[in-house]
């Protein structure tokens, strides 16, 4: 009964932090949210999410679509995935994860640059918007940021700490910044 009442009380807190703040709401949420409601959230606002996937609070997202109930559309993940505490999904373009991947805590999932409002965003930096794809059984150590436009390759190793800035080729090992093929 206590836990009716309980999954009753955060299916209401995240009822009203999305009437009142929308996605900000959510994401908010997302920081503090116990793990077992992400997934069926993130469902429920627009992601595509497979089976038994593993998600855990604190999770970051940034640039949701502003589209009513489909703020988390550009993010698929498929089954039996793995995410780590403090991960940073940037959702600017889309982000599709296969099956078996393991996003190790403090990743950061980008797929835009813009400089903003400084100068540089007019002719030196250019704003790009790019998908990231981790193909199956892919698997990203801790801190890892992979940059957008990207291809993880399948069973690839990203060393933690790496920052990926060209695809890399199924079963290779990479580790560095930039990161460097280590072994094939």
């Not at 793990?35 to 429920?44: G, H, I, R, S």
């Not at 604190?58 to 698929?76: G, R």
């Not at 990743?107 to 835009?112: E, F, K, R, S, Y």
């Not at 399948?154 to 199924?170: K, L, R, S, W």
């Amino acid at each position: 009964m206590m836990r009716k009442i309980v999954r009753w009380l955060f299916r209401l807190v995240i009822f009203v932090a999305y009437r009142s703040y929308k996605a900000e709401g959510l994401n908010a949420l997302f920081l503090v949210l116990p793990a077992n409601f992400l997934a069926p959230t993130l469902v429920k606002y627009g992601a595509g999410i497979g089976e038994n996937v593993e998600m855990h609070t604190p999770i970051t997202f940034h640039n949701v679509s502003a589209e009513p109930d489909h703020h988390y559309s550009n993010l698929q993940i498929g089954c039996d995935c793995y995410f780590g505490r403090e991960v940073f999904i940037d959702l600017a373009d889309k982000i599709i994860v296969e099956n078996k991947v393991t996003v190790s805590m403090r990743v950061m999932l980008l797929t835009h640059t813009h400089a903003g409002k400084s100068p540089l965003s007019n002719d030196r930096l250019k704003p790009t918007y790019a998908p990231i794809i981790l193909k199956q059984g892919c698997y990203l150590g801790a801190g890892a940021i992979i940059l957008p436009g990207i291809t993880i390759g399948e069973q690839a190793i990203i060393g933690a700490g790496a920052i990926v800035t060209h695809d890399v080729p199924a079963c290779a090992v990479v580790a560095g910044s930039p990161a460097r093929m280590i072994k094939q």
